[in-house]
Structure formats: structure tokens, C-alpha cells
């Protein structure tokens, strides 16, 4: 399934920067042990957090995609408030790759997070 749902979104020049990347094994590997950690040590980490009580102390902003999956599985902003004392944030009318998308949104949403 194609992740960006904006047609156009991603330039010529940024889809052969993407490939110039992933071609290096280095960065497949990076990306991997990313999605490893993630469904592992990540997780086992979360749990001693939760059970400790711990929670991010420094404010969360959570952009995430309107037209993906991951809004339409979880309430976000519930989960991160579970971790975190400030949370803000919302989906973006785009799909999974916000900042080639909507680049002027995720703009505007950064800098009036870090305006406080």
C-alpha cells in the first residue's frame, strides 16, 4: 500500500534522495533495529516506565495522518497523555508522510509548540 496519499507530494529530487538511502545498508539496518526496538526492549521499557509511574515530563506534540492508519486504530492523543503530562497535537489531512504533504501545517504546528 502506497503510505503518502498526496499525489505529487514527494518530488523527483526527494523520492531519489529517499533511494540514495535506503540503498545504503547502513541505513537498513538503522531503520530495522528502529522497527526491532520497537516491538522489544521499547516495549519493555514503557512497561517498567508505567509501573514505576514515570511520566515525560517535557511537553508532546502528536502530528499523525487523517488518511492512515494509525488515528483510525488508536486514540493518540489518549495514549500519549497516559505517558505524558503536556500533550497537544491532531491529525494532519495527509497520509503518512506528513512533511512532504503538508509541509506549511507542520510548520505552523511546530512553531506555535515551540512558541509555548
Given at each position: 500500500?502506497?503510505?503518502?496519499?498526496?499525489?505529487?507530494?514527494?518530488?523527483?529530487?526527494?523520492?531519489?534522495?529517499?533511494?540514495?538511502?535506503?540503498?545504503?545498508?547502513?541505513?537498513?539496518?538503522?531503520?530495522?533495529?528502529?522497527?526491532?526496538?520497537?516491538?522489544?526492549i521499547d516495549l519493555e521499557m514503557d512497561e517498567a516506565d508505567?509501573?514505576?509511574?514515570?511520566?515525560?515530563?517535557?511537553?508532546?506534540?502528536?502530528?499523525?495522518?487523517?488518511?492512515?492508519?494509525?488515528?483510525?486504530?488508536?486514540?493518540?492523543?489518549?495514549?500519549?497523555r497516559a505517558k505524558a503530562i503536556s500533550v497537544s497535537g491532531?491529525?494532519?489531512?495527509?497520509?503518512?508522510?506528513?512533511?512532504?504533504?503538508?509541509?506549511?501545517?507542520?510548520?505552523?504546528?511546530?512553531?506555535?509548540?515551540?512558541?509555548?
Amino acid at each position: 500500500a502506497v503510505q503518502g496519499k498526496t499525489p505529487g507530494a514527494v518530488t523527483p529530487d526527494a523520492m531519489a534522495e529517499y533511494l540514495r538511502c535506503y540503498c545504503c545498508s547502513g541505513t537498513i539496518h538503522a531503520a530495522c533495529e528502529d522497527y526491532r526496538a520497537a516491538a522489544d526492549i521499547d516495549l519493555e521499557m514503557d512497561e517498567a516506565d508505567d509501573k514505576a509511574g514515570h511520566k515525560i515530563s517535557a511537553p508532546v506534540l502528536a502530528l499523525w495522518s487523517a488518511k492512515g492508519v494509525v488515528g483510525h486504530l488508536w486514540d493518540v492523543l489518549a495514549i500519549w497523555r497516559a505517558k505524558a503530562i503536556s500533550v497537544s497535537g491532531r491529525a494532519l489531512d495527509c497520509g503518512h508522510l506528513l512533511p512532504e504533504e503538508q509541509p506549511a501545517e507542520v510548520l505552523a504546528q511546530l512553531q506555535q509548540f515551540f512558541r509555548g
